[in-house]
């Protein structure tokens, strides 16, 4: 039960996100054309959509429709995080400033979160060592 709950919490954050939506279509769209970001990337984030609207699955939907289409998702959220988190700082900046403020802070605020939990396991290798 307890596993249940922190998973709707973490559900819930992605509500949380719903309305921006559009934006982040927005600045993915510019990290694709940018010519800075790497064609392996731009390939990787092509796969993942590759495979969301492909009718092969890992589980297919016949089978069971809600997890046949949570496979889809979790490939889909896994491929633009990745996308986002490997793309080149300086060109995710320059585009994220042409985006409304309260987006720009729920990223930020995002990337801080993904900035911390980057450095705590050297932080406990450090202290261990």
């Given at each position: 039960?307890?596993?249940?709950?922190?998973?709707?919490?973490?559900?819930?954050?992605?509500?949380?996100?719903?309305?921006?939506?559009?934006?982040?279509?927005?600045?993915?769209?510019?990290?694709?054309?940018?010519?800075?970001?790497?064609?392996?990337?731009?390939?990787?984030?092509?796969?993942?959509?590759?495979?969301?609207?492909?009718?092969?699955d890992?589980?297919?939907?016949?089978?069971?429709?809600?997890?046949?289409?949570?496979?889809?998702?979790?490939?889909?959220?896994?491929?633009?995080?990745?996308?986002?988190?490997?793309?080149?700082?300086?060109?995710?900046?320059?585009?994220l400033?042409?985006?409304?403020?309260?987006?720009?802070?729920?990223?930020?605020?995002?990337?801080?979160?993904?900035?911390?939990?980057?450095?705590q396991?050297?932080?406990?290798?450090?202290?261990?060592?």
């Amino acid at each position: 039960m307890k596993k249940f709950l922190l998973r709707s919490v973490s559900w819930l954050k992605l509500v949380r996100r719903l309305p921006h939506l559009h934006h982040m279509a927005r600045l993915i769209w510019r990290l694709v054309r940018d010519r800075r970001v790497p064609m392996y990337l731009k390939g990787m984030l092509g796969l993942a959509i590759l495979y969301v609207l492909s009718p092969l699955d890992l589980i297919p939907e016949s089978v069971a429709l809600l997890v046949g289409l949570v496979d889809d998702l979790a490939v889909a959220i896994a491929g633009v995080n990745w996308f986002l988190r490997l793309a080149p700082r300086d060109a995710v900046n320059d585009h994220l400033k042409t985006l409304p403020a309260d987006f720009q802070q729920s990223f930020q605020k995002w990337r801080g979160q993904e900035r911390r939990g980057d450095q705590q396991p050297s932080g406990r290798a450090d202290s261990a060592g």
